[in-house]
């Protein structure tokens, strides 16, 4: 995406108060990398970089909005404790107007939106979860967790002025514009979802003896177990097990419910309402997981097929499914570690230059007082981390 070099500002009064709320702002800075220019979150308390992952670098929003003057902007962080999604629109503004697929967008979410730094794309904020673990496709972004959006205040006219909860709208938007294959409809998608939501009758015993012995039973089988590995949050593990059990137990809400509660994955979230409409976490994720689930189990279907000897429609179909989804994943954490890389490059040009400049200054005046710890500590841990997330 690309960074305009010029500062446009920040116009505090249009930043919704709903988002003020939360202590997770940051500052950017435009830097550029291979000839293109990105931006580089920035700890307002400390003007040094700061990580989506660490709470310790992020501020409450009046301390990052004074830090911002010296900056390029000001920025929030999305995390599993908020209730927010953020839509990334790139290149879709011309002559300030929207393209059409963008005014579309922006239109059926019906919620607060900015226009970016750059002026050539815009932000849409809303109440919501991101219904499966692929964030992106072309121009169009969303995240919910482990991410950075700009904020510029620059509103949107006719759009609202505050985050609206936006569930039921954001779900069809995301299939058609982020998940979906563009040779099919999402009225299409929808249909066969509907043609195929027909409770199994399975028993939960039942169910769980067939999903553990099906062809992707070691993954059934570490996400019921309580495994996160291989995803960056345990809400994308939430939502994979959903999605399992969708297929099992033919969609069925009620029985999707009662197992997810009896997984090891469970935590009292799963229960806590986080959504203005008064629906829970687990609710809503269960609901995502419906609406994204295109295959089921048919209990007439041969025993040897379920288990991975040869069904040709549901099988190949949901390792279609389980393939794009561990694609999406693996993309991910390539982004992730890129981003992580980029950030540690800073930080060892910053530790040169803060050498140069202690050794020049010592030169001239002793230091006194406490030792501090030394910043090489500091990025040694850090490079540690990147090691065992590559192992």
């Known amino acids: 995406m690309e960074v305009s070099t010029v500062n446009r500002g920040v116009e505090p009064d249009a930043i919704p108060a709903a988002l003020r709320e939360y202590p997770q702002w940051v500052c950017w800075r ?155 409809s999402t009225e299409g998608r929808a249909q066969e979802r509907r043609t195929s939501s027909t409770p199994t009758s399975l028993s939960d015993a039942e169910l769980i003896e067939k999903a553990t012995n099906a062809k992707n039973g070691a993954k059934f089988e570490r996400l019921w177990n309580g495994s996160t590995a291989g995803y960056e949050s345990q809400s994308e593990a939430d939502m994979a097990l959903c999605c399992l059990l969708a297929f099992w137990t033919g969609n069925d809400e009620t029985q999707m419910d009662r197992l997810f509660s009896d997984s090891g994955l469970y935590r009292e979230k799963w229960d806590e309402v986080h959504y203005s409409d008064g629906s829970t976490y687990g609710e809503q994720t269960v609901a995502n997981a419906v609406q994204v689930s295109n295959e089921t189990y048919e209990r007439e279907t041969d025993e040897a097929d379920v288990a991975g000897s040869g069904s040709p429609v549901s099988v190949s179909n949901q390792e279609a499914t389980m393939l794009r989804e561990r694609v999406d994943l693996l993309r991910g954490r390539v982004d992730s570690l890129e981003r992580e890389l980029a950030r540690t490059r800073d930080e060892i040009a910053g530790l040169r230059q803060s050498q140069q400049g202690l050794t020049e200054h010592s030169r001239r005046e002793p230091v006194s007082g406490a030792p501090v710890e030394p910043a090489s500590v500091r990025l040694s841990s850090r490079l540690q981390r990147l090691i065992q997330v590559f192992r």
Not at 82 to 95: A, K, N, Q, S, T
Not at 137 to 159: I, L
């Open 30 to 184: 435009a830097k550029e990398r291979d000839g293109k220019l990105t931006k580089i979150p920035i700890d307002p308390q400390t003007g040094s970089f700061a990580s989506v992952s660490d709470p310790d670098t992020w501020a409450l929003y009046e301390v990052a909005l004074g830090a911002a003057e010296a900056e390029d902007g000001l920025g929030f962080v999305f995390t599993e404790d908020d209730p927010f999604v953020g839509v990334d629109l790139d290149d879709c503004r011309e002559d300030g107007e929207l393209t059409d697929w963008a005014a579309d967008i922006v239109d059926r979410l019906d919620s607060y939106t900015e226009v970016s730094p750059s002026g050539t794309g815009v932000h849409v904020l809303i109440e919501g979860m991101i219904p499966s673990t692929k964030s992106r496709s072309g121009s169009v972004e969303c995240y919910d967790s482990n991410r950075f959006f700009t904020m510029t205040g620059d509103h949107v006219d006719e759009t609202p002025t505050g985050i609206e909860e936006r569930q039921d709208a954001f779900a069809p938007v995301y299939d058609q514009y982020v998940y979906g294959d563009d040779e099919r």
